[in-house]
């Protein structure tokens, strides 16, 4: 590989190895080591590839789109613009992690009575709220850094674009989280543990149009991500799937 595509390689080293982590928590405490090993070759090798080809390769048929129109009215080249990744690393990612949850089963007295639904506790909020603060700080330079540039022409203000659409959908995500968890749905408290999914679900939901949506879109993308989070949280434990930090829910945001 040349020298000047090292960087190429390096970024899709990071995204492909996010979208096999995003399977990690949602299949947390009760897969074995090797399965780990097995399920993260192929992802990152086979699965993670070949999707992002479709999207962002120069002959990608996602990337090339489709042409609309007759030949009287002109024709328009509708193609597909994903970012920063929101189908082609968190989608592939929340999807793998879904199946993977409902074939394995719950972990041990997870659903054995109802009641376990929405008391069966994790070990530490600050551990949880450290690692949301640190993917909420790494999403800056994910979304911004999909420019892949920063010298040309324009390049410093679409990271500009993207950084700050990330952290409005994020807060916004966040907040409509918080208070519909309290009022709406769950454990009718204030939940940290919901407001920190909420705004992680922004940030995954906004990867996608982040370089181009409005500000007051991005708000309303967070909005919208952060109840679809609710919904299917909300949908995986009626169905009885264990999903422990919530990574379903969270990546199904990006649906939007």
Avoid at 47 to 62: I, R, T
Avoid at 176 to 191: D, E, M, N, Q, R
Avoid at 239 to 254: F, K, Q, R, S
Wanted: net charge negative; hydrophobic share 50%.
């Amino acid at each position: 590989m040349p020298d000047d595509l090292l960087s190429h390689f390096f970024f899709h080293f990071v995204f492909a190895a996010t979208a096999a982590t995003i399977v990690s928590g949602a299949m947390a405490e009760r897969t074995d080591f090797k399965a780990y090993m097995i399920y993260s070759v192929v992802i990152t090798g086979f699965m993670y590839p070949v999707v992002s080809h479709w999207a962002w390769a120069d002959e990608g048929w996602l990337f090339v789109g489709i042409n609309i129109g007759g030949e009287n009215n002109g024709t328009i080249n509708v193609a597909y613009q994903d970012f920063a990744g929101s189908s082609v690393v968190h989608m592939v990612g929340g999807i793998a992690a879904l199946v993977g949850a409902a074939i394995l089963g719950p972990r041990l007295g997870r659903f054995d009575k109802e009641e376990h639904n929405h008391n069966f506790q994790g070990h530490t909020v600050p551990l949880v709220a450290l690692g949301g603060f640190i993917l909420f700080f790494g999403f800056f330079a994910f979304n911004g850094g999909s420019q892949a540039a920063i010298s040309n022409e324009n390049d410093g203000v679409v990271v500009a674009i993207a950084i700050v659409n990330t952290i409005i959908c994020g807060a916004a995500a966040a907040l409509i989280a918080l208070v519909v968890g309290k009022f709406v749905y769950g454990t009718k408290k204030w939940s940290l543990l919901t407001t920190i999914n909420g705004g992680l679900t922004g940030m995954v939901a906004i990867c996608a149009g982040c370089n181009s949506a409005y500000a007051w879109g991005a708000a309303v993308i967070g909005c919208l991500g952060s109840l679809t989070y609710l919904g299917v949280s909300a949908l995986v434990l009626k169905l009885n799937i264990d999903d422990p930090v919530d990574a379903v829910g969270g990546e199904y945001g990006v649906m939007l």
